[in-house]
Every structure is written in structure tokens, then in C-alpha cells.
């Protein structure tokens, strides 16, 4: 019973944090001067055409929402299918931004506040939130509905590149200048995105049970407990040294 209350009391602190951090964020890139020197030099309505911040918009509605069924203690498969699809944008965010986007960017993308937190800190924690809370086992073609907010930003992202109603610096990432890249290029990434966190939902699903097993045992709590600890004490050393 103490494991259980312990395993609402946790995600809600680590879902409160995740709306606050990242509304601080996004409001401060909505207001910020176009010209500032960061990997998303853009305000107002334009920083919506990034998944970064779509993302992390949908992470926070999906977290205030997953609150509410924590506080209510029901689990029912809306939450649990939220939470996913909140889950797998997050790692989106965090891979592309390490595997793909630090090679053209550098180190800016991870630079200040705002970049700190719309690309590691909240991703991080939404994914750690969904990993250790959930008992539910899941088919593989419900699993793949984790893909959901991701693919809807694909299509449309995909649809306005290959218009041109997204041209030069208007195009949000390099890796849509559908028109410049070679054509396996294209092809590759798209591939890569929409297979990947295919894999990506239906392994956080199966992930996620097994480490809830594990965590109604004392000692699987204890390990759990000092992972989280440990995170929270390097995001709040993070936000302190930048």
C-alpha cells in the first residue's frame, strides 16, 4: 500500500514540475526577441512550426491531465494512452536533438533555460514519469497509438515542405528541406522517424510493466526512488549553472 501511494505521490511531483518548467519556457520563446542568439531564433505564433515546442506543449497538457486521474487514483487506458503518446514525443525530442540536430546546431541547443528545458530536462522526465507507474499490458497495435501526436505533426510538417508553404528559413529542421536533400535522405529520415517511434511506444509499453513489477518490492522502490532523486539533483544543478 505504501509502494502505491508513493508511485501517485512521485509522478505528480515529477508531472507539476513539467508544467511549471515548461510553461516558463514556451511563454518565455513566444516573448523573446527574434533575434536572440539560440537554436530557435524565433517568437510568437512562428515557434510552433517545431515539434520541440508542439512537443512540449502536448507533454504539458498530457501532464495536467494524467494529474488529475492521479489524484482521482483511477487508472483507466485514456491516461495510460496519454501518458504514451506524451512518452514517445519526449524521446523524439531528446534522440533527434542528440543524434540528429547537435551536429548541425552544436552545443546552443542545450544552452539557457529555454533550450535546456524544452530539449533534455522535461523530455527526461516525462519519459522517467511513464516508465515506473503502470501496470497495464497492452497490445502492440494499441502500443503504436504512442506515435499519434508525432505523426500528425509529420504529416503536416511533410505536406507544407513538399507545398512550399515552408521554404528556406522558414523550414524548421534540416533534415524537411525536402527539396535540397537527396531524395534517400528524405526518404531515410521519414522512415526513421515514423519506424523508430513505432518501436519506440511498443517498447515503452512493454518496459513500463516490467518495471512496475519490480518496483512492488522494497528494493526495486529504493532503486527507483534514488534514480529519480538522482535526476532531480542534476536538472536543478543544471538550471543553477546556466
Same mark, same amino acid.
Given at each position: 500500500?505504501?509502494?502505491?501511494?508513493?508511485?501517485?505521490?512521485?509522478?505528480?511531483?515529477?508531472?507539476?514540475?513539467?508544467?511549471?518548467?515548461?510553461?516558463?519556457?514556451?511563454?518565455?520563446?513566444?516573448?523573446?526577441?527574434?533575434?536572440?542568439?539560440?537554436?530557435?531564433?524565433?517568437?510568437?505564433?512562428?515557434?510552433?512550426?517545431?515539434?520541440?515546442?508542439?512537443?512540449?506543449?502536448?507533454?504539458?497538457?498530457?501532464?495536467?491531465?494524467?494529474?488529475?486521474?492521479?489524484?482521482?487514483?483511477?487508472?483507466?487506458?485514456?491516461?495510460?494512452?496519454?501518458?504514451?503518446?506524451?512518452?514517445?514525443?519526449?524521446?523524439?525530442?531528446?534522440?533527434?536533438?542528440?543524434?540528429?540536430?547537435?551536429?548541425?546546431?552544436?552545443?546552443?541547443?542545450?544552452?539557457?533555460?529555454?533550450?535546456?528545458?524544452?530539449?533534455?530536462?522535461?523530455?527526461?522526465?516525462?519519459?522517467?514519469?511513464?516508465?515506473?507507474?503502470?501496470?497495464?499490458?497492452?497490445?502492440?497495435?494499441?502500443?503504436?497509438?504512442?506515435?499519434?501526436?508525432?505523426?500528425?505533426?509529420?504529416?503536416?510538417?511533410?505536406?507544407?515542405?513538399?507545398?512550399?508553404?515552408?521554404?528556406?528559413?522558414?523550414?524548421?529542421?534540416?533534415?524537411?528541406?525536402?527539396?535540397?536533400?537527396?531524395?534517400?535522405?528524405?526518404?531515410?529520415?521519414?522512415?526513421?522517424?515514423?519506424?523508430?517511434?513505432?518501436?519506440?511506444?511498443?517498447?515503452?509499453?512493454?518496459?513500463?510493466?516490467?518495471?512496475?513489477?519490480?518496483?512492488?518490492?522494497?528494493?526495486?522502490?529504493?532503486?527507483?526512488?534514488?534514480? +529519480?532523486? +538522482?535526476?532531480?539533483?542534476?536538472?536543478?544543478?543544471?538550471?543553477?549553472?546556466?
Amino acid at each position: 500500500m505504501k509502494n502505491k501511494t508513493l508511485l501517485i505521490v512521485i509522478p505528480l511531483i515529477i508531472h507539476l514540475i513539467i508544467v511549471v518548467m515548461g510553461s516558463i519556457a514556451i511563454i518565455s520563446q513566444a516573448f523573446s526577441s527574434p533575434g536572440s542568439n539560440n537554436a530557435v531564433s524565433v517568437s510568437g505564433v512562428n515557434i510552433f512550426r517545431y515539434f520541440t515546442i508542439d512537443g512540449n506543449i502536448f507533454i504539458i497538457l498530457a501532464s495536467i491531465v494524467i494529474s488529475i486521474f492521479l489524484i482521482l487514483k483511477k487508472e483507466t487506458k485514456i491516461s495510460y494512452i496519454l501518458h504514451l503518446m506524451a512518452a514517445v514525443s519526449a524521446l523524439l525530442i531528446f534522440l533527434t536533438v542528440v543524434i540528429v540536430l547537435l551536429p548541425y546546431f552544436g552545443s546552443m541547443l542545450l544552452h539557457g533555460y529555454k533550450m535546456i528545458v524544452l530539449h533534455a530536462t522535461n523530455p527526461m522526465l516525462c519519459v522517467i514519469s511513464f516508465l515506473f507507474v503502470y501496470k497495464d499490458k497492452i497490445s502492440k497495435k494499441m502500443a503504436i497509438l504512442g506515435i499519434l501526436p508525432m505523426a500528425v505533426y509529420g504529416f503536416f510538417a511533410l505536406l507544407f515542405c513538399f507545398t512550399k508553404v515552408w521554404s528556406e528559413s522558414l523550414i524548421p529542421y534540416p533534415f524537411l528541406e525536402v527539396y535540397d536533400n537527396p531524395w534517400y535522405e528524405s526518404l531515410l529520415f521519414i522512415v526513421g522517424m515514423f519506424g523508430g517511434c513505432i518501436l519506440t511506444s511498443i517498447l515503452l509499453s512493454i518496459i513500463s510493466r516490467k518495471l512496475y513489477i519490480v518496483n512492488m518490492n522494497k528494493k526495486g522502490l529504493i532503486i527507483t526512488g534514488s534514480i +529519480l532523486f +538522482l535526476v532531480i539533483i542534476g536538472i536543478v544543478l543544471l538550471l543553477i549553472l546556466i
